[in-house]
């Protein structure tokens, strides 16, 4: 498979592999309280402030643009 | 008094007595005679009836010809006094109701005419200074064009004149206790001390109005309601009539009557207003009042023609009884039934549980709690929204807990609370969360408003269970077997067992069949073998009138034949033909002795006819005598069939189906699944207490699984597979995916009855739309194509009933004279007396049948009964049948009595006012229940003016009749029928609002509009059911004219700038989901992030190039950038997943090459964005994400567009607004329908859709298209007109190609348009090359797999017909499978297929040949010869 090749690929071509973990910045809002919560692999999707177990993705800070037809 | 003979008596009142008389010439006289006889002469010429009619001499007053005293004056006692009179023909009451009853109304002329000659009799008594004081129809007689004055209305009886001049009168205070109720003026009802001739003429005036309309007019049924209807009518007192205060006030009482705002002023308001025009002053002034209402009498007949105090508003009950029901009662109402009652009686009669191995052991439940919805997460259980268990996959479920008592060791031990498992919550039942909340509490639940509920949560899915319509259990039907003989039949079904028994027929004699017996037994003997022994009693039982004695006599005889004489030789004979042995009569057998084979024989038998034939009839007491009248009942109804006496029944009559809702069939599950609970927990306790030694005391608790339950609950909802092992019932398709496609689409969805007939059977009758169905099922809304007439949907108002005790009924059977069956013998019952019935068992037997019928109707409307219990006689079968059973169909109508609706306008006011609501209605007995078969006892009135003194009923309203989805046509009373139909189709498939929790909804398709308008038409129905609220559509002016040519067959053309500015754009959304999992040898999947820009080679290949960009939207999470565009083929989750999933690691961290990669791509034609991720986990430890990808759409070529009326099209062209047609003010339209949609379809409703919706425009008013009602054609027109339109809403448009004025007149207009989910964009497909199927390597099918396009057998037809073999060739073959088979031409193996250029058989490859043949025909060969079929291929050279 295509994926297959480039996943290995990178990660041997790139050295460094890929941070399994993600950076703090990277929040997440809570659906009930929308505190900010930061997650890690392998535990649990819970707000730390509420216990709610859904969270969101925050918005991209990345300039969009949008076709206006 | 000798010159006169009385002929007849013609009447008898409270005062006096008439007579028909004859003098000695023939000439023919009233007479009548007064009660209280008078003392004296001069006494009697005082009497106030005497004296007016002395007084007055007139045409239009009762001409009095002479007094006679008769007997002795001088003894008062006897002695009385006789009015002498002239002999009219009739009273006007009389003549009134012979019009109505040859359904004829008075002409206005007539009324006029009548109210001339009153008036002016009227006048001249009060000239006179007599009042009347009690004119009503009873009172005016007509006299005919042969009496000696002519045709004339004369006014009679003065028996409470006043003379107003007396001395007496002029002191004291007179009674306002005068004239009768209905005919009382205002004042009279105020209690006003004096009064004028207005309050004759207002009499006079409410008389005329009454004649004229064919029914009283102000039917109060008390003093203070009377004024209440008068002020409906007419207005508040304060204005049309300002001295009403201060009379009140004067009397002594407080004016009851406030502002009320009534619009409808009848022709009484002219009357009335002449009537106290006169302030309640001294003298009377009769003149002016009289001629005021003779203005009135003469005045135009259009005015008088108006309806008369209707109850206009009585539509105003729909949003009540919705209000206290809710659009989806029935689902609710039954899983509330099945969770606060059912449950617990499951539970009790499967309470104990006792152990083989152990007798003292025993397990009894002695209680049982359903608790609140919630999860179980992380060992904690934890309160759960409906919501969450969407977004989070989860089951919305409530634990059941029970109570319990059973023995540990030696000892009993009590444990409160112990779970056994979950049952799944219907939303907005009496366990759900969202019962009872207000709008503002629904919002942080992120629940809509408008949802209705009724539907379950299962696995993140939201499930329905539909309705399922069946034929009625336990009751008996008259059909004509498959052989054409008249059987009865009767399906009988209790908690443990359901059976059928046929009784039929078959040379003239009487047989049972059920299948636990295997031959027809002669029903005689069955008969005998319950105990009825001898012929007589059997012949009484089924009756002894001499048809039926003769027609049951060869059956006797059969028995006779047959040797069958005693109760034994009976039993005997059944039991040899038992079917299957049963494990009773083993045990018996093992017993022994000689007789041991006969003797269980005999009892299984027994046992049998006892609990198996005819299960639902109880057999206990004396044990099997209701069984003996039932099964004498069957035969009758089938001889009486037979001898022509009674009809067949109909099947497909509404009244013996039964609805079989989420409720029951919850409940139905929850019984078998609790048994298989128990039988696992006794096993289980077998398994442990049969081992000789233990180390502990066994603890049954500690066994408990509450898998059993829970997953049996969530798996029958989940796949719509109803398993019951108990009735061997195995049924698919019971629960549905809830449509989101729009509003009308789930609320059309709770309201749907599927039919369990098979949908193969080409029969018409379960189709065909029954009589009984009206106003329960909605005559429109219906599929077309096989499920056309199975699947239906109920009407506005129809209730399906719950199961109700009958044991209060029964009682208060009893009570009310019914004799008990039990008491009664065979002659008895069919004797005089109607038999009763409840719930189809035979109660006994009642000799005034609709006196008790009428009783029974009465303690129900008082609320002693249920509501929902009806009884109905039957006068075919002499029945009265009385049920309480639930899934019956049931409508709520308005009750009358004596002509008079028991709604009134003060209801309707303190319904609007929130004082009553619909319940209370119902406990009052203004409104009832009827169920089916109850109509048929009713004569329910459509609309108040059809009112007749037969009138049981009125119709709450017309519209009722249909249901929600129809309910959103406007005008559909002008379309035709199938347009509706379609429509009720269509309307499921509009795009709009679909509940305001939209957004936070991850569906996997969501199709929203962006901006979605309200319909410029409503309906009642729209405004009920918040579909204003949360729309589906776009109110599009169109314009009705052929362009360009784009528009033929339907099509439309589209205003371009029309799109530029939003109409028809709309949002799709869709759902790509992914899980991150832990396997069992401890690794996990992994997201991995996008590789930083700097770790990338300069130099990637194209296809690595390729991969990157894939990966344009991840961010360093992994996961897509909310708000980024994603290409097709973009990954959205880059989620990597083990190698190796089964053997273990010592470290669970993998090296990078110890992960495959399985990303979740975005599938699409075009981008689309990133509009949510979620990240949640479920309850297994497993973390879920959810990606929600957004589209704008705008419409294109080919979307589908609908009117409301059936009328689909797709868009066939856009164009740009500067060439498209403008009227005079410069409106251009947005869309452009082609005039040959009309003709054909009949869609008049649209058109009129169209200028309602166009004088709304004018005056900001939106109009209303209610079914059998809405805004009037004239009055539309009107509007328009005087907006400066057409009347019919045509327009002179001037064409933006040539700038010249069009031909002719176009109907321009706004019609309110859905947008159909139906959108090119999701269809469009080409493939020139693409993936094939592995197995027979042709291309694959259908659009999601990049299919080909086939070319079938009927294209391929043409082409074999053409003679294009090569092509054929080409099309099937070569651009499909084409195959290089080898096959060996020796004539040893004689052509088999070889590989590899080598024959196996002939073990050489010398004769192997090259052919070409389609993948799919080697494939043959080959299966072929795995099923030892050899097939062999000779070659030939070309």
């Known amino acids: 498979m295509a994926d297959a090749s480039f996943a290995a690929g990178a990660a041997a071509a790139g050295g460094a592999p890929v941070p399994v973990d993600a950076p703090a910045k990277l929040q997440y809002v809570c659906g009930n309280c929308n505190a900010l919560n930061n997650i890690k692999p392998r535990e649990p999707v819970r707000c730390r402030a509420c216990g709610y177990r859904i969270l969101y993705k925050m918005r991209t800070t990345r300039l969009t643009q949008y076709e206006a037809r | 008094m000798d010159d006169l003979r009385l002929l007849k008596k013609l009447g008898e009142g409270s005062y006096a007595v008439v007579f028909e008389a004859q003098d000695r010439a023939g000439t023919r006289f009233a007479v009548k005679q007064l009660k209280d006889a008078p003392a004296s002469w001069a006494e009697c010429v005082r009497q106030p009836e005497i004296a007016a009619l002395r007084k007055v001499q007139h045409r239009n007053v009762l001409r009095l010809h002479r007094l006679v005293v008769v007997g002795d004056s001088a003894s008062a006692g006897k002695s ?486 005693t109760q034994a030789q009976a039993l005997e004979y059944i039991g040899a033909r038992i079917r299957a042995r049963r494990a009773s009569s083993a045990l018996v057998g093992m017993q022994g002795g000689p007789s041991a084979s006969s003797y269980s024989r005999r009892d299984e038998a027994l046992n049998v006819l006892s609990t198996v034939v005819l299960s639902h009839v109880p057999t206990e007491g004396d044990a099997f005598r209701s069984k003996r009248i039932y099964l004498a009942l069957m035969v009758r109804r089938v001889l009486l069939t037979q001898l022509g006496r009674s009809d067949l029944d109909d099947k497909d009559y509404y009244g013996n189906k039964r609805l079989e809702l989420a409720g029951q069939l919850l409940s139905l599950l929850f019984e078998d699944l609790f048994k298989r609970f128990n039988s696992d927990l006794r096993r289980a306790a077998d398994a442990v207490l049969s081992k000789p030694n233990r180390a502990a005391a066994f603890d049954v608790i500690n066994s408990v699984r509450t898998d059993t339950i829970t997953m049996g609950m969530t798996q029958a909802l989940s796949t719509g597979n109803w398993t019951l092992k108990r009735f061997r019932m195995e049924r698919a398709g019971v629960t549905q995916q809830l449509s989101r496609l729009s509003y009308i689409s789930a609320l059309g969805m709770m309201t749907r009855v599927t039919s369990q007939f098979e949908k193969t059977r080409k029969v018409s009758g379960p189709r065909a739309l029954q009589p009984s169905q009206w106003g329960m099922l909605c005559p429109s809304d219906t599929p077309e194509g096989e499920a056309c007439g199975l699947v239906k949907n109920l009407a506005l108002l129809a209730h399906v009933t719950s199961d109700r005790d009958p044991e209060p009924v029964r009682r208060l059977c009893f009570d009310m004279g019914v004799e008990d069956a039990e008491c009664l013998c065979g002659e008895e019952l069919h004797g005089g007396a109607y038999l009763v019935f409840l719930n189809g068992l035979l109660l006994g037997a009642h000799r005034r049948p609709y006196d008790f019928a009428k009783a029974f109707r009465i303690f129900r409307r008082a609320g002693i009964l249920g509501e929902f219990v009806s009884v109905y006689v039957h006068d075919g079968l002499r029945a009265v049948n009385i049920a309480s059973d639930g899934g019956r169909i049931c409508r709520p109508v308005v009750v009358v009595e004596q002509g008079q609706p028991r709604l009134t306008a003060r209801h309707m006011r303190d319904l609007a006012a929130g004082l009553v609501d619909f319940n209370s209605l119902l406990s009052t007995g203004v409104l009832e229940y009827l169920d089916v078969n109850e109509e048929n006892n009713c004569l329910i009135a459509l609309r108040e003016a059809d009112i007749t003194r037969a009138t049981t009923h009125l119709e709450i309203d017309p519209v009722t009749i249909l249901g929600v989805v129809a309910g959103l046509i406007p005008y559909p009373h002008h379309n035709q029928s199938p347009r509706n139909t379609y429509q009720c189709a269509m309307g499921k498939q509009a795009m709009g609002t679909i509940a305001r929790n939209q957004f936070e909804r991850i569906d996997t398709v969501l199709y929203l509009m962006v901006y979605p308008q309200k319909p410029m038409v409503r309906t009642r129905v729209i405004d009920m059911i918040g579909f204003d609220e949360i729309p589906a559509g776009q109110n599009a002016i169109i314009s009705v004219m052929s362009y360009s040519g784009y528009d033929i067959e339907d099509a439309i053309v589209l205003n ?56 344009s939207a991840i961010d360093e999470d992994g996961l897509p950038m909310v708000g980024e565009d994603v290409k097709p083929g973009g990954v959205l989750v880059n989620k990597q997943m083990p190698a190796n999933t089964t053997d273990h690691f010592d470290n669970p961290d993998l090296p990078p090459d110890g992960y495959k990669p399985a990303p979740l791509s975005y599938k699409g034609a075009e981008k689309g964005f990133v509009d949510r991720v979620m990240l949640s986990s479920t309850t297994a430890d497993t973390t879920l994400i959810k990606v929600l990808m957004r589209q704008v759409r705008r419409p294109e070529l080919g979307d589908k567009f609908s009117s409301r009326h059936g009328q689909k099209g797709v868009c066939g062209l856009i164009v740009p607004q500067t060439d498209l047609p403008f009227t005079d003010e410069g409106v251009c339209p947005d869309m452009i329908m082609n005039p040959h949609g009309f003709p054909s379809r009949m869609t008049v409703g649209k058109m009129i859709e169209l200028i309602a919706g166009k004088a709304g425009l004018q005056d900001g008013k939106r109009r209303y298209g209610t079914a059998f009602g809405g805004d009037r054609v004239v009055d539309i027109s009107a509007a328009l007109v005087r907006a400066g339109y057409h009347y019919a809403g045509k327009e002179v448009l001037t064409s933006g190609i040539t700038g010249e004025p069009l031909k002719g007149y176009v109907f321009f207009g706004p019609i309110y348009y859905q947008k159909l989910k139906h959108m090119v964009m999701d269809k469009m497909h080409a493939r020139a090359r693409g993936p094939r199927a592995v197995l027979t390597r042709q291309p694959t099918e259908g659009r999601s797999r990049d299919g080909g396009l086939r070319l079938g057998e009927m294209e391929r037809d043409c082409l074999i017909g053409y003679g294009a073999s090569m092509l054929l060739l080409e099309r099937l073959m070569i651009s499909s499978d084409e195959f290089q088979a080898e096959v060996c031409t020796s004539t040893e193996c004689g052509g088999l297929l070889s590989y590899g250029g080598w024959c196996q058989f002939c073990r050489s490859g010398r004769h192997v040949r090259k052919v070409r043949m389609p993948y799919a025909c080697k494939l043959l060969f080959q299966e072929l010869q795995a099923m030892n079929i050899c097939p062999r291929l000779t070659l030939e050279p070309l």
């Open chain 2, 80 to 565: 009385s006094v006789l009015l002498v009179s002239e002999l009219l023909e009739a009273d006007l009451f009389e003549s009134l109701e012979a019009m109505h009853l040859r359904a004829q109304r008075p002409r206005p002329e007539h009324i006029r005419w009548l109210g001339r000659e009153l008036l002016s009799g009227l006048s001249a008594i009060h000239e006179a200074g007599v009042l009347h004081r009690d004119l009503k129809p009873e009172n005016v007689m007509l006299a005919g064009p042969g009496s000696p004055s002519g045709c004339a209305a004369k006014l009679v009886d003065f028996g409470q004149a006043k003379d107003v001049r007396s001395a007496k009168a002029r002191r004291a205070d007179w009674t306002a206790y005068v004239a009768t109720r209905w005919y009382r003026a205002p004042e009279l009802l105020l209690g006003a001390a004096r009064y004028t001739g207005a309050v004759d003429v207002w009499a006079c005036g409410v008389l005329l109005a009454e004649a004229l309309t064919g029914r009283p007019v102000f039917p109060g049924d008390s003093p203070s309601n009377q004024l209440f209807k008068i002020a409906a009518t007419l207005g508040a007192p304060q204005t049309s009539w300002p001295d009403a205060p201060r009379i009140a006030a004067a009397a002594g009482r407080l004016p009851v009557l406030q502002e009320h705002n009534s619009g409808g002023r009848g022709p009484m308001a002219a009357a009335a207003a002449a009537a106290v025009a006169d302030p309640a002053g001294e003298g009377v002034d009769p003149k002016r009042a009289a001629e005021a209402a003779r203005a009135f009498a003469d005045e135009d007949a259009s005015v008088l023609a108006r309806p008369v105090a209707t109850l206009e508003d009585k539509w105003k009950l729909l949003p009540a009884f919705l209000a206290v029901r809710g659009l989806v009662r029935q689902h609710v109402e039954s899983y509330d039934h099945f969770i606060e009652e059912e449950l617990e009686q499951i539970i009790k009669a499967n309470s104990m549980i006792r152990s083989e191995a152990d007798p003292r052991f025993f397990l009894e439940y002695t209680g049982v709690s359903v608790g609140r919805p919630s999860i179980e997460q992380d060992l904690m259980e934890s309160d759960v929204t409906p919501h969450e268990c969407r977004l989070r996959d989860l089951t919305y479920s409530a634990p059941i807990r029970v109570n319990v008592r059973y023995t540990r060791g030696r000892q009993i031990v009590r444990h409160n609370g112990v779970l056994i498992g979950r049952v799944p919550v219907m939303l907005r039942s009496c366990r759900c969360v969202l019962r009872g909340k207000s709008d503002a509490e629904l919002a942080p639940l992120q629940e809509c408003p408008y949802d209705p509920g009724g539907y379950f949560v299962v696995k993140g899915c939201e499930k329905v269970i539909l309705t399922q319509e069946q034929l009625s259990k336990n009751r008996i039907i008259v059909e004509l077997d498959p052989k054409g003989a008249v059987s009865a039949s009767v399906t009988s079904s209790t908690h443990e067992r359901k059976s059928r028994t046929v009784i039929t027929t078959k040379h003239g004699r009487i047989h049972l069949k059920h299948n636990t017996i295997g031959d027809d037994v002669p029903v005689v003997a069955v008969l005998r073998a319950m105990g009825v022994t001898s012929d007589q009693e059997i012949v009484q039982l089924v009756g002894s009138e001499p048809e039926l004695q003769d027609a049951l006599a060869p059956s006797l005889e059969e028995t006779l034949e047959l040797g069958i004489l």
């Open chain 2, 1056 to 1111: 371009k700038a029309s799109l530029d500015r939003g109409y028809g754009r709309c949002l799709v959304m869709k759902k790509f989901m992914t899980t991150i999992r832990k396997y069992p040898n401890q690794t996990y999947d992994r997201i991995v992030g996008k590789p930083l820009e700097d770790d990338l080679p300069a130099d990637m290949p194209a296809s690595t190039r390729r991969q990157v960009e894939r990966l």
